[in-house]
């Protein structure tokens, strides 16, 4: 309990003294099911960049992207973790339509609260890399409903390195 408290305390710490740049963007909620077949949940915020990156001639294409803090909860693997993932995004559409179809993905740090997880599967260290790619829609109001699936490993900084796979299910808030 005290490192569930320690976690979240850390990434609410990080969001406040943020540059005001960050502008909060949006919330996530998000459900998931692991590899070790367990469920986790998600609970996530997103800053949006500063601009686009790229806009194709007619505008139907363009690549954004955003910054995603969260926290996971892993069900019946005895541990959580906090990461910060920036995420670059491909829509296909104009940003002022109804329904904007996109694929995203990110690369990023993950920090577990244990690295033996309920002794089914050792992460090596509780540092991890999270690689995560999705697709899904954008509606009018801003907010989304999409997929994504999650792989988190130390790239071989640490032995064992079994990681961990994740597919999950999310909707974004607009705020």
Known sequence: MKSKGLMLGSLLSVMAFS?????LDGLT???????????????????EFASTLWRSDGGAVALNGYWDAGYTY??????????????FRLQFGPENGGVTPFVEAGIG?????????????????????EDRVGAGLRFASGSELGVRYYHYSN???EQPNQGINK???YYRFNI
Request: aromatic fraction near 10%; charge should be negative; glycine fraction near 4%.
């Open 19 to 23: 540059s005001p740049v960050f502008a």
């Open 29 to 47: 909620l998000e459900a998931g099911h692991t590899n070790e077949s367990t469920d986790a949940y998600r609970l996530a915020a997103q800053f």
């Open 74 to 87: 892993w069900n019946d693997l005895d541990t959580q973790s906090v990461s910060l993932t920036p995420m």
């Open 109 to 129: 740090a993950a920090l577990f609260s244990e690295s033996n997880l309920d002794d089914r599967r050792d992460l090596g260290s509780n540092f991890q890399f």
């Open 155 to 157: 790239a071989g900084i």
């Open 167 to 169: 597919a999950a299910l």
